[in-house]
Each structure stands twice: as structure tokens, then as C-alpha cells.
């Protein structure tokens, strides 16, 4: 079967640096995206890895390993609109999204 | 860009009755749209796929004849509940994919559509 594994929730500090761990085990890989869904919201789009490395954007950075079933989301210099839902999701070979379940970040002041 | 609406963003109905959830993508042409039925504290759960001028593919458990999706231009689809019944109360997202941006294959997501159902 096909599943995304994400920690249910995290807590971390404002002005600290947080990961969040996303493994998958999915029929085939055609990139992995991370999401942010504040609560009563839509998703929006944070990211897209395709091949394997670092993909920084601001205070947030992606990382993929196709090899290991691996990706990661870092938020640096946290603030408390980050406090959201972080959703990792996979494409497979039929180009379908495959979710998890995403991980609830509480940021304390 | 990549900038998807939906309308309405709140709708409250009496049990019976059908409601109409449109869906746009406002600067980019959607080959594909998607349509999420979100429960509290609860992921994501793709409902059905809708390509433009083809019949939706339905997910495993959905009614197809409940939740009719029609996408009859590249820049909109539509999905009516049908018969609403209180257990249809939740939040419905639709989602669509083809624009300009990083990646042919991101979707964006519209804001949401609150229904409820008494």
C-alpha cells in the first residue's frame, strides 16, 4: 500500500528552528510537495522537490532523499503565524497526490 | 498567479436540499481540477478528479450520483451536493493544477467552502 508518515504534532519556540520529518513509501515518485493549512483554511503551496537536495525559499527549506523515502520541511527564525498544519503530500507514478496526515506546529511566545 | 476562487465560502441548507459549489481558476488555465472534503482535525480526502470535457473519476466510497462535478471550461468546475443530509456537513475544497508557476503538476487550492447542513 501507499502511506505518508508525519509526526501529528510539534511544539517548538518563536525565534527557533523547527523540522518536520515526512516519509513515504509510495507506486512510483513524481515529487513531493509541502503544504500550510491554517486552521478553517485551504492549503497553500509552500514547496516542490523533485530531485534529491535542498530547496530553500525564505525562512523555509525543503529537503529530499528519493533514496530513503525522506523529505523534511525546516522553518528557521519561527513566528507565530507559523502555528498552522504542515501537509506533506507525494506524487506517484499515476501523477495522484497522495497525502499525509499532516502535522499540527504549535509555536510558543 | 495560480489563483483559484470558490464560491460560496459559506453555505447553511436544510436537510433535502441540493447545493451548487463552483470553483475558478482565476489566471491560469486548469486542464485538471480536484475536489477535498475536509472533516475537523482530519486530513484531506480527494472526493473525485474532473478533467475538462470528460466525466470525473469518482474515489473509492463516493457517490458519484450524490456529488455531481461538472468541469465544462478550463476555468471552471462545479460540485452539487445533492439531497444534503446533515453527515454531508463539512468543508469542501477544490483544487487545480496546470498553472504557470513552479510546476505543471502543483495544485492550488481554492479557499474552501463551509457547508452545513440542519
Known amino acids: 500500500g501507499q502511506n505518508i508518515d508525519q509526526p501529528t504534532e510539534m511544539t517548538a519556540t518563536e525565534g527557533a528552528i523547527v523540522q518536520i520529518n515526512c516519509t513515504y513509501q509510495?507506486?512510483?515518485?513524481?515529487?513531493l510537495f509541502w503544504y500550510q493549512q491554517h486552521a478553517g483554511e485551504a492549503p497553500t503551496f509552500l514547496s516542490y522537490?523533485?530531485l534529491d537536495g535542498l530547496e530553500e525559499k525564505g525562512r523555509f527549506s525543503s529537503f529530499l532523499s528519493r533514496s530513503k523515502g525522506y523529505s523534511y520541511l525546516l522553518l528557521k527564525e519561527l513566528q507565530m503565524k507559523d502555528s498552522a498544519s504542515y501537509l506533506c503530500?507525494?506524487?506517484?507514478?499515476?501523477?495522484?497526490?497522495?497525502w499525509g496526515a499532516g502535522t499540527k506546529l504549535i509555536i510558543k511566545p | 498567479g495560480a489563483v483559484v476562487s470558490q464560491h460560496p465560502s459559506r453555505v447553511i441548507c436544510k436537510s433535502g436540499t441540493s447545493v451548487k459549489i463552483e470553483c475558478r481558476s482565476l489566471?491560469?488555465?486548469?486542464?485538471?481540477m480536484f475536489w477535498y472534503r475536509q472533516f475537523p482535525k482530519q486530513s484531506l480526502m480527494l472526493m473525485a478528479t474532473?478533467?475538462?470535457?470528460?466525466?470525473?473519476?469518482?474515489e473509492q466510497g463516493v457517490e458519484k450520483d450524490k456529488f455531481l462535478i461538472n468541469h465544462a471550461s478550463l476555468t471552471l468546475s462545479t460540485l452539487t451536493v445533492t439531497s444534503a443530509h446533515p453527515e454531508d456537513s463539512s468543508f469542501y475544497i477544490c483544487?487545480?493544477?496546470?498553472?504557470?508557476?513552479?510546476?505543471?503538476?502543483?495544485?492550488?487550492f481554492g479557499p474552501g467552502t463551509r457547508l452545513l447542513v440542519l
Open positions: 483544487s487545480a493544477k496546470g498553472g504557470g508557476a513552479s510546476t505543471q503538476e502543483t495544485q492550488y
Open positions: 489566471d491560469f488555465q486548469a486542464t485538471t
Open positions: 474532473s478533467n475538462e470535457g470528460s466525466k470525473a473519476t469518482y
Open positions: 509510495t507506486s512510483g515518485f513524481n515529487g
Open positions: 522537490n523533485v
Open positions: 503530500a507525494v506524487m506517484d507514478s499515476n501523477y495522484q497526490l497522495i
